[in-house]
């Protein structure tokens, strides 16, 4: 490995955006003030009787460090945010039964209490399924190992777990005085998850599941309201609200009596390793917001906002380690223009004529074919808001509209103040671009002292964990670790070799991980990896063998376990199938052979964003003094030819003790 050498420290440049922004707000908020009362009708959410517009975007405490807390919110209030959403991590806060952890990145109530020190609003997705390509949906690894549970089901262990659970968080939160009712600045808590992708699924009684869930989740009396995602319908007063990318165009909402929420509207797309950059426009992102609330939508997330990093092994299959790194704010903490800034001007806009808004009495009219107008208007007092709006792609047009004609962009919507002027149209963008640039810091890179550590590659009799056939790899390594060795030997008899003419005996493997590097006698024989798309992969490769023991060492390796779908309580990993083809007797089958195990421990021994440019390290995880900063992967490159991801770490600006673990290129 030459690679030390051309691991490269670079210093992030900041958009001048930024001046100051690293100072903290003094909280504005009175933290003893009396609790205030959340409700809802068709229209609206309503805080103390009055209607509100809610302007969210989703920032995950763990996916950030705490010192970068301040900052985020600072960014997202000036941006127009008065509300921030976040996740509730149960595997990262509950790794072992009954053992917790809410520090670091995650003190829970530490962020909560943040957000409302800026006088921002939250809402809590407990979940506590969560998927949002964080490991494993969020479900610990342990409960995997209950007898007869069936995740998100109507089933008795998995229900028992998921109370104690909620109600463990929902006291944490109540203690602590954070819910709006109590003071606190939490308006909206939500149970389960994006239940409509995986009802269908189940054989056993989702809708019976998800009654008992809404029931549960009210029976803790937080006092403001509980919300289900993703559905179009929610149990008693539960607001169901809609998760996508353009919600005023696909929401069907089928409870009358409650408002129209879009709790996750993407900003871009997260990102797999492997994936070339997801791009979704501003122009894009603003055009639907108005179109959600020209149609009376009163409360936009935005997924994410910030999206940080999946530290150490947090992300789910395949996820990149930086997280939406193309949302409005990066991943380094810096508004990214033009999205941040075109979606800020969006919010002041609206909030400006919010009283017409909220108040003002709704009508339509068709100005065309995928041409409309919706109206707000309050005419005692003379207020009028209108958002005139093309449907069309690829076709700008000009539309008649009480009496003035008005030229609207395709796939655009112009907000008319006094229903006259123009003040905003999601496609007239007066942000300025800007680019990210990255230089070397030289400084950094000179005098660092660079270790390397050896993993003695394992053979049969060394191991201790045997079985006839290779083992499930997760069971094996209950996710403490991205890796598993299998081992196994054989013996091959003269009559076996030589091979026939001078074909070299092929090396098949079934692999349903994410990747792996095969030895043969202790030598190298080469690699393999799926992708998030395909599920499990095959490995073939001609190999050296000889005459009497052969040693296969398998190193397998995971790249973060599943977030979604109804089966994963039997999610699987590891080798499935495993031969030798080309002998002169044939297929030796190795699969029934006797096959020894290793676990492979990930343990290490050891305000400018400063990141690290792995490029020429493969694959492996980056450590900083001893805490794991996520797995990188820079020898998978896109259809584009590049790496997902090339520079981790953006965070310390004196980073001296860095070590990474790369296991050779995959
Ligand atoms: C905060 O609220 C409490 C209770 O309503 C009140 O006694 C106190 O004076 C307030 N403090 C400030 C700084 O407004
Ligand atoms: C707006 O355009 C999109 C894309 O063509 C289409 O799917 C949607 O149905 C249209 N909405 C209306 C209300 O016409
Ligand atoms: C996991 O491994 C243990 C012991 O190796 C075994 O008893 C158990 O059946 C395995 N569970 C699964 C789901 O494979
Ligand atoms: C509900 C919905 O619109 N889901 C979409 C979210 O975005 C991804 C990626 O663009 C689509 O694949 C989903 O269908």
Not at 69 to 85: D, Q, S, V, Y
Request: charged share 20%.
């Amino acid at each position: 490995m030459t690679a030390a050498a051309a691991l490269v420290l670079a210093v992030a440049v900041a958009a001048a955006l930024l001046a100051g922004a690293a100072e903290a707000s003094r909280p504005k908020w009175n933290l003893t003030k009396k609790g205030t009362t959340v409700t809802y009708d068709k229209y609206s959410l309503m805080i103390d009787g009055r209607r509100e517009l809610f302007f969210s975007g989703a920032i995950h405490y763990p996916r950030s460090p705490p010192q970068m807390w301040p900052r985020l919110l600072k960014i997202a209030k000036e941006g127009g945010l008065n509300t921030i959403e976040t996740y509730v991590f149960w595997n990262a806060h509950e790794p072992e039964p009954a053992q917790f952890n809410f520090e670091g990145r995650n003190d829970m109530i530490k962020f909560l209490k943040l957000i409302q020190s800026f006088g921002m609003y939250a809402i809590v997705r407990i979940g506590p399924f969560i998927q949002g390509e964080w490991n494993h949906g969020a479900l610990p690894y342990w409960l995997r190992e209950i007898p007869h549970i069936i995740f998100r089901a109507n089933n008795e262990p998995y229900k028992r777990e998921m109370e104690k659970f909620v109600k463990f968080i929902v006291q944490m939160l109540k203690d602590e005085n954070m819910f709006a009712s109590q003071g606190g600045h939490v308006i909206l808590a939500q149970i389960e998850n994006e239940y409509g992708n995986i009802k269908k699924d189940h054989i056993t009684e989702g809708d019976k599941y998800l009654e008992w869930a809404g029931e549960m989740a009210l029976s803790t009396n937080i006092g403001v309201p509980w919300i289900m995602c993703k559905q179009s319908t929610a149990p008693g007063v539960v607001i169901p609200t809609c998760n996508g990318r353009h919600c005023g165009d696909t929401w069907v909402m089928k409870d009358e009596n409650k408002p129209h929420l879009w709790t996750e509207n993407w900003t871009a797309q997260f990102r797999a390793f492997g994936n070339d950059l997801a791009q979704r426009s501003a122009e894009d992102i603003a055009y639907s917001v108005l179109r959600f609330f020209a149609k009376g939508g009163t409360l936009v997330n935005y997924y994410m906002y910030y999206g940080g990093t999946n530290f150490g092994r947090t992300g789910a299959s395949y996820v990149l380690t930086g997280y939406y790194d193309e949302g409005p704010v990066d991943e380094y903490g810096m508004p990214k223009a033009p999205k941040y800034g075109h979606l800020r001007d969006l919010h002041n806009v609206i909030k400006s004529y919010s009283r017409a808004f909220l108040e003002g009495k709704q009508s339509f009219e068709l100005l065309g074919q995928g041409y409309e107008a919706r109206n707000f208007e309050i005419p005692e007092e003379k207020l009028c808001l209108a958002f005139i709006s093309n449907n069309n792609t690829g076709e700008d047009g000009t539309v008649n509209f009480r009496g003035d004609k008005y030229y609207i962009p395709s796939r655009s919507v112009s907000i008319l103040a006094d229903c006259k002027h123009v003040v905003y149209n999601t496609k007239r963008v007066f942000v300025q671009h800007s680019e990210r640039s990255f230089h070397k810091a030289d400084k950094a890179t000179k005098n660092n002292v660079w270790e390397m550590f050896s993993e003695v590659i394992p053979r049969y009799k060394q191991t201790n964990i045997r079985n006839k056939e290779p083992l499930e790899q997760y069971n094996q390594t209950k996710d403490q670790s991205d890796y598993l060795w299998y081992t196994t030997s054989f013996r091959l008899e003269a009559d076996d070799l030589p091979i026939r003419g001078d074909i070299r005996p092929v090396l098949a493997v079934k692999s349903s991980s994410h990747a792996l590097v095969a030895f043969v006698n202790d030598a190298f024989a080469g690699n393999g990896h799926g992708t998030k798309k395909e599920k499990g992969f095959t490995f073939d490769r001609p190999i050296n063998l000889r005459l009497g023991v052969n040693h296969l060492a398998l190193l397998s390796s995971s790249m973060g376990m599943k977030d979604s779908g109804g089966e994963l309580v039997e999610l699987k990993g590891g080798i499935q199938d495993c031969t030798i083809q080309g002998l002169n007797t044939g297929t030796l089958d190795l699969q029934v052979n006797g096959w020894g195990h290793k676990r492979y421990f990930d343990e290490p021994d050891g305000d400018d964003p400063v990141v690290l440019d792995m490029t020429s390290m493969c694959k492996g995880m980056i450590f900083v003094n001893g805490e794991g900063m996520g797995r990188y992967w820079t020898s998978f490159i896109t259809p584009g030819k590049v790496a997902s991801q090339a520079v981790y770490v953006p965070y310390s600006t004196a980073i001296f003790e860095i070590q990474e673990q790369p296991i050779g290129c995959i």
